[in-house]
């Protein structure tokens, strides 16, 4: 379980890494694929790297050292990591390149880490020794490994989920081409889901795990109420309309994916 939030760490990071990078170097092309930025600014390109490239080194460490991570859980959540920075982009303006396939890989993954890792982080470790006796006693009522998979969903539904999201919207998802083959309706700015859909999400976690599901609920309804006056004036082609249900339900779903995670680690 901990090689999982591992990999989820290391992925959240990075994106926002990219996103970051992105926004400093004018938001021109930080957000192209990490292997196959041949457009991407030298600058740019070497900033992202170096940071990635320290944040990883920081959290592989720490999960070896400080909860007793086996060298080889810490490598395979490392190729997995790249693979996903190699096939996917976080520009929201940039077709995926190999749509939701990244996303199943990394969710096939994240479930045989989940299963097949059997590190226990409280046998003994730095980290145990903290969270036995330094640590809030309401911290220390929670089991180590849960503690440490939430970090992980967490940082993995800020902007990583966002990448997921916009992989299932672009492209062909909700394009349409009109009967006498006008040219593809176009898609809604996709700009503001990325502050809207983190809170979005993180605010079901948080809801769903305190077992408020009546406000969880009502969250929801609330999105379709605000969201019905654009939907019902969306004409003919149904793009917006489209747009709003899947991109919901994806992110919604992600939401409960790390619940379930969460719920299965303690």
């Known amino acids: 379980m901990i090689s999982a939030a591992l990999l989820l760490a290391m992925v959240g990071i990075a994106d926002l890494t990219r996103s970051l990078v992105r926004d400093w170097y004018t938001g021109e092309d930080a957000g192209t694929p990490l292997l196959s930025c041949r457009v991407l600014d030298v600058r740019g390109k070497r900033t992202m790297v170096l940071v990635i490239g320290a944040f990883w080194a920081i959290m592989l460490g720490a999960s070896m050292w400080l909860l ?112 006498r083959g006008e040219a593809p309706v ?46 019902s004036n969306d004409g003919a082609t149904g793009s917006k309309a489209e747009y709003f249900l899947v991109g919901s339900l994806f992110s919604w779903g992600l939401s409960l994916l790390g619940v379930g995670l969460i719920r299965i680690s303690g």
């Open 68 to 179: 007793g991570l086996e060298w080889w859980w810490a490598l395979a959540a490392t190729i997995l990591a790249a693979g996903w920075l190699a096939t996917t982009t976080s520009r929201e303006d940039a077709a995926a390149p190999l749509r939701l396939w990244p996303a199943l890989g990394l969710l096939l993954g994240t479930l045989a880490f989940a299963v097949l890792d059997t590190t226990d982080p409280a046998a003994g470790t730095p980290a145990a020794a903290w969270h036995g006796t330094v640590a809030p006693e309401w911290i220390r009522e929670i089991p180590l490994s849960t503690i440490l998979v939430t970090i992980g969903v967490g940082l993995f539904l800020i902007e990583s989920s966002n990448i997921v999201v916009r992989s299932a919207l672009r492209p062909g998802s909700i394009r349409r081409r009109g009967v």
């Open 186 to 231: 176009p898609l809604p700015d996709l700009r503001g889901g990325r502050l809207i859909g983190p809170l979005e999400r993180l605010g079901l976690l948080t809801l769903t795990l305190a077992g408020m599901f009546t406000i969880v609920a009502a969250l929801i309804a609330a999105k379709g109420i605000v969201r019905f006056p654009e939907i």
